[in-house]
């Protein structure tokens, strides 16, 4: 099991960005896909992006793609989640996971879900006000 915490949530204005930060607690950190996921209240937790163990592929939900960049910096065992241009209906709970096996193939059109992730953290709320 891998330990994540997330860090960066916040209020934000419309238009506005925020950078969240997953920080994992392993020596095997660079052998894990890490997916961003959110949660708004009476939804379902849904996919947002993906990054490969190496950080060399990514993968986008249609809604975000050209506003948010995920990017990881296996030095600091740490993963970014770089949003730009938010939108109201950004407003959720952002919880980062790792993957449950370990060097999971990540591309678009190769969709993961919650069940290819085994580790998840305690998330952090990003609220976009208009």
């Known amino acids: 099991q891998v330990q994540l915490v997330e860090s960066g949530g916040g209020l934000v204005q419309v238009g506005g960005s925020l950078r969240l930060s997953c920080v994992a607690s392993t020596r095997t950190f660079t052998t894990y896909a890490i997916g961003w996921f959110r949660q708004a209240p009476g939804l379902e937790r849904e996919f947002v992006a993906a990054v490969s163990w190496n950080g060399k592929t990514t993968d986008y939900v249609d809604s975000v793609k050209g506003r948010f960049t995920i990017a990881r910096d296996n030095a600091k065992n740490t993963v970014y989640l770089e949003m730009s241009s938010l939108k109201p209906e950004d407003t959720a709970v952002y919880y980062c996971?790792?993957?449950?096996?370990?060097?999971?193939?990540?591309?678009?059109?190769?969709?993961?879900?919650?069940?290819?992730?085994?580790?998840w953290g305690q998330g952090t709320q990003v609220t976009v006000s208009s």
């Open positions: 996971a790792a993957d449950s096996l370990g060097y999971r193939t990540v591309l678009p059109g190769f969709r993961l879900s919650r069940k290819d992730f085994g580790s």
